[in-house]
């Protein structure tokens, strides 16, 4: 992460653009070459060539002076030394690409951001993937993938970079537009994809997610939206492996709205396996997808791949941001053997705009340690799910003016079946009061506040207020 900050730093605030120290702390700079002044068929040809004329250590190669539509027929890094280090930066292209491009130890793309707002043409530094794209993701980050052999990550990053996926069908395509693997200490902002309607990011590709996981990452300012007319399948960012990170800043923008219809693979954001942990994603916006955050079978307090000392929790925290799945905002479920523990979401605002039979946030099978921090409930359908089976040690926090709206017939449930553990509210709820001629037949185990009943057994109306309790088929104000 050091690397490329000071990588940045010199390339974008140096007067001059052809010197900046080299990212290993070298005396030496890295020597310049200019692509568009070299020959070559396409620009793709013509980085490779200005690749052969930097020395073995490495250097830039700069490309801003390609612009309008360009073509890469070729991985330009593919072939080049394991050891060389390389960083291309390209101004305001729209490239056609055929390949896959694969980053391995010291390749880094710095590209122009420009505008890739939702229902705008896309500006700046843009890759579009010709049809028929052979490959199962557009760009590949992986720096152990030149070093299989080593124990650990190196440096590699793609920046300021927009992917248009409208000549690929990516539903039927089935891939990622950014695959990281192994990677570490890195700083990865200001991607985009536009009309992508699968997948847009993945960390820890499966099967093998344990053996590439990524570690102390800084995510941020990407953006991912779909096309109006075709409903996602695919979660648009998957988590299989990441520990000890931020993702934040970021809008994920889902295809076609779900129908009323369960719709379980319209996902926005998947964390899901045994390798992530003490990550914190904030200020993210996520919208469209059936459900907003699913989070399934993490690591329990044994840590994650072995990585950390026995009974350290591997906390996930999300932190002010604004879900607006159309059925959940998140959905939080395990397995036995492998629950979801340690989730912290910490939003002062659930009350978004759900669908009209939208939970807001449900804790389901297999949930344990888990802290839920709100203000304010909207009305949902219900709006707090919390337990379905073995619920285990929860917390949950209400700031004194919380506010859980049940106006539209709404209930706010605490556990169904076979709940164990405990949960504590803070600050109380306040029940804003069923009338006994209201009171009706719900199930035993009901607890309402009856503002006109008498404190007597069974209820009766014509007191100044009681609690009632369902039970036995009867309402109890004793």
């Known amino acids: 992460m050091k690397k ?30 200019y692509a568009d002044k070299l020959q070559g068929a396409d620009a793709s040809l013509r980085i490779r060539a200005a690749i052969a004329n930097l020395p073995e250590s490495g250097g830039i190669i700069d490309d801003t002076g390609d612009t309008g539509e360009q073509r890469w027929s070729v991985n330009p890094f593919e072939g080049q030394p394991i050891d060389k280090l390389l960083i291309v930066r390209l101004g305001s292209t729209e490239i056609n690409l055929t390949h896959q491009i694969t980053l391995g130890n010291d390749r880094y793309i710095i590209g122009t951001l420009g505008r890739a707002a939702r229902g705008q043409l896309p500006s700046g530094t843009v890759f579009t993937p010709v049809a028929g794209f052979p490959a199962k993701s557009v760009f590949k980050i992986d720096p152990a993938f030149s070093k299989p052999n080593l124990s650990f990550a190196l440096g590699a990053a793609v920046l300021n970079v927009t992917v248009d996926m409208r000549n690929v069908p990516t539903l039927t395509w089935g891939g990622t537009v950014f695959e990281i693997n192994s990677l570490t200490h890195q700083e990865l902002y200001g991607l985009r994809a536009v009309n992508n309607n699968g997948t847009f990011m993945v960390f820890g590709t499966s099967p093998n997610a344990g053996a590439q996981w990524c570690e102390d990452l800084d995510v941020r300012d990407f953006y991912s939206a779909g096309t109006a007319t075709v409903k996602q399948t695919a979660p648009v960012m998957e988590v299989d492996a990441l520990a000890h990170s931020t993702v934040r800043d970021g809008r994920l923008f889902s295809a076609k709205p779900p129908t009323a219809q369960p719709d379980p693979a319209s996902i926005d954001l998947l964390l899901q396996g045994g390798s992530v942990g003490y990550n914190r994603f904030e200020n993210l916006r996520i919208t469209a997808a059936w459900t907003g955050v699913k989070i399934q079978n993490l690591p329990t307090r044994g840590g994650f791949n072995g990585n950390n000392p026995p009974g350290t929790p591997s906390k996930n925290e999300f932190l002010h941001s604004d879900q607006e799945g159309y059925h959940f905002g998140y959905d939080i479920s395990g397995a036995p053997g492998a629950p979801a523990s340690w989730i912290l979401i910490d939003n002062p605002n659930l009350a978004t705009p759900f669908g009209a039979n939208a939970t807001a946030v449900i804790f389901g099978d297999y949930t344990e340690y888990s802290t839920l921090i709100a203000s304010d409930f909207g009305s949902g359908n219900p709006p707090v799910i919390l337990g379905a089976r073995a619920l285990q040690n929860m917390l949950w926090v209400m700031s004194p003016e919380a506010v859980v709206d049940n106006s539209g017939g709404s209930n706010l449930i605490f556990g169904r079946r076979n709940q164990t553990g405990y949960l504590w509210i803070n600050h109380g709820i306040q029940d804003r009061g069923t009338p006994f001629e209201k009171l009706g037949n719900p199930a035993d185990g009901t607890l309402v506040y009856c503002p006109d009943c008498a404190t007597t057994n069974p209820c009766s109306r014509g007191g100044t207020g009681a609690f009632a309790k369902r039970l036995n088929g009867t309402w109890m104000c004793n």
């Open 4 to 33: 490329i900050a000071l990588l940045l730093f010199v390339l974008f605030s140096a007067a001059s653009l052809c010197y900046f120290t080299p990212p290993s702390g070298a005396a030496e700079p890295l020597p310049v070459q």
